[in-house]
């Protein structure tokens, strides 16, 4: 299979899921999120779902985030360049849903990739070695190759790893995986 037949088969896979299906499966990702060892650190970069592509509710990770008192950093996408640019959240953040579904800030203080410690991924599959597969127009890959080395790169996933995805040579892999059931270390 290449890299648009693994794309269909999970969209279509998500699309399986219920409303109520998928709300559970994020609960329980964040749940599993809170068993890593990654709360110490400081920026925390988030993704905000595009509900009608029953993405993973990342609102679950937001209250954690927001409870531990850490800085938040969300993006907003230019489809034109397929880059993003970085936004601290606060009180006073205006969120707007663009044309593809995403909630984005609409200003505030800029942030940098090399200031982040962890990125949270979304995807659409991943496998057994961290490689990881989007909706193939190279965002995240862009991203985050301007993040530092140390930077923790952690996939959100509904369901369980391939055992080997094809990829290209500018995909950058993860270094964890969260499904509802299971976590990754790569
Ligand atoms: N929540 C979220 N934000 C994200 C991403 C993501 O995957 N999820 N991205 C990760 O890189 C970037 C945006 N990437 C996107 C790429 C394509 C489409 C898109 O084509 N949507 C179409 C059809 C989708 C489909 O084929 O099913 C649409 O909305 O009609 C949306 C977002 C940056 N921000
Ligand atoms: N750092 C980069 N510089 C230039 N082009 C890039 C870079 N990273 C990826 N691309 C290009 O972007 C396109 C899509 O990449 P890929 O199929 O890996 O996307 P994806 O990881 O599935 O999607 P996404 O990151 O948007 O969720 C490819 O043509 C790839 O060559």
């Known amino acids: 299979m290449n890299k648009s037949d693994y794309r269909a088969k999970y969209k279509d896979l998500r699309a399986t899921l219920s409303a109520e299906n998928c709300d559970d499966k994020s609960l329980a990702i964040a749940n599993n999120l809170l068993q890593l060892d990654i709360w110490d650190f400081e920026f925390y970069h988030l993704f905000l779902s595009i509900e009608k592509l029953k993405e993973i509710n990342t609102e679950y990770i937001l209250n954690i985030l927001s409870g531990k008192d ?86 959100l996933s509904f369901f369980e790893a391939e055992e080997e995805l094809p990829t290209n040579i500018d995909d950058i892999a993860l270094t964890h995986c969260i499904t509802p059931d299971k976590i990754y270390t790569f």
């Open 70 to 155: 850490k800085n938040i950093v969300l993006s907003k996408s230019d489809f034109k360049s397929a880059s993003m640019t970085h936004y601290l959240l606060t009180d006073s953040t205006l969120l707007k849903t663009n044309a593809w579904g995403i909630p984005e800030p609409q200003n505030g203080i800029q942030m940098q990739p090399e200031q982040l410690d962890v990125v949270f991924i979304p995807l659409l599959a991943f496998d057994k070695r961290g490689n990881r597969l989007g909706y193939g127009k190279g965002f995240y890959d862009r991203f985050l190759k301007n993040c530092k080395p140390s930077c923790l790169k952690i996939g």
